[in-house]
């Protein structure tokens, strides 16, 4: 079973444009959205979170929405750059036994072009 | 510098042998896990260790087996009975208890059953 499902699986976007990652999610004892950047050939690195206490937030040039009665939340990368093409990751973990492990999302392969 | 080593970076195995892949961290963090990536599936946990000598089974642990004799050791591994073994393995680590943690990755196996 699928707890976090991730849209799209991949995105082409032009640099400067602004590429939307969308995920979801199921458990509601889940109270902590990471998003990670994969770089091809490395680890995953974690990017930015959020938790459901707040509806936005910002880093850089990364926001993260967060949608709680929809049980949604989504990566907004500004002004996008060639060196933000990587692959995503949206994930959720919440509190107590059996759910503070990070689930997963499938990924987003993004590629900005110049 | 601070991190998590993984090794080999590259594995060729024959059908019916065991494989040991190798984990090392040196930021002092209690918990360690092994995940495995395969394309459009994102990252799936093997095992995870919460304390040294203490391990528990993710969602994908058939096949699979681990030790943790010491803090900074997690090696995983990958029997014979793992039907589909090629994948890319990650090893992350983390400080505990309480969920929020950054998982900190190392850059990963690719292990290639021939």
């Known amino acids: 079973q699928q707890q976090v499902k991730q849209s799209p699986q991949s995105l082409i976007v032009q640099k400067g444009g602004i590429p939307i990652i969308n995920c979801a999610y199921e458990?509601?004892?889940?109270?902590?959205f990471p998003w990670y950047q994969q770089f091809p050939g490395k680890g995953p690195a974690l990017l930015i979170a959020i938790r459901p206490d707040v509806s936005e937030k910002k880093e850089g040039r990364f926001t993260i929405s967060f949608n709680k009665s929809a049980k949604q939340f989504s990566l907004h990368i500004m002004d996008s750059q060639p060196g933000d093409s990587a692959t995503y990751f949206c994930?959720?973990?919440?509190?107590?036994?059996?759910?503070?492990?990070?689930?997963f999302g499938t990924g987003t392969r993004l590629t900005i072009i110049p | 510098d601070g991190g998590i080593t993984q090794s080999p970076k590259y594995l060729f195995r024959k059908e019916g042998q065991n494989v040991t892949l190798s984990c090392e961290q040196n930021?002092?963090?209690?918990?360690m896990y092994w995940y495995r990536q395969d394309p459009g599936q994102g990252l799936r946990l093997i095992y995870y260790s919460q304390i040294v000598n203490d391990f528990q089974k993710g969602d994908i642990a058939e096949g699979y087996s681990v030790s943790r004799e010491k803090k900074e050791s997690f090696p995983l591994t990958v029997t014979s009975a793992q039907k589909n073994p090629t994948a890319f393995y990650l090893c992350?680590?983390?400080?505990?208890?309480?969920?929020?943690?950054?998982?900190?990755f190392g850059e990963g196996s690719r292990l290639t059953v021939l």
């Open positions: 930021l002092n963090h209690d918990a």
């Open positions: 994930a959720a973990s919440g509190r107590g036994f059996g759910n503070e492990k990070l689930t």
């Open positions: 458990n509601t004892a889940f109270d902590y």
């Open positions: 992350a680590s983390s400080i505990v208890p309480g969920n929020g943690r950054e998982l900190f």
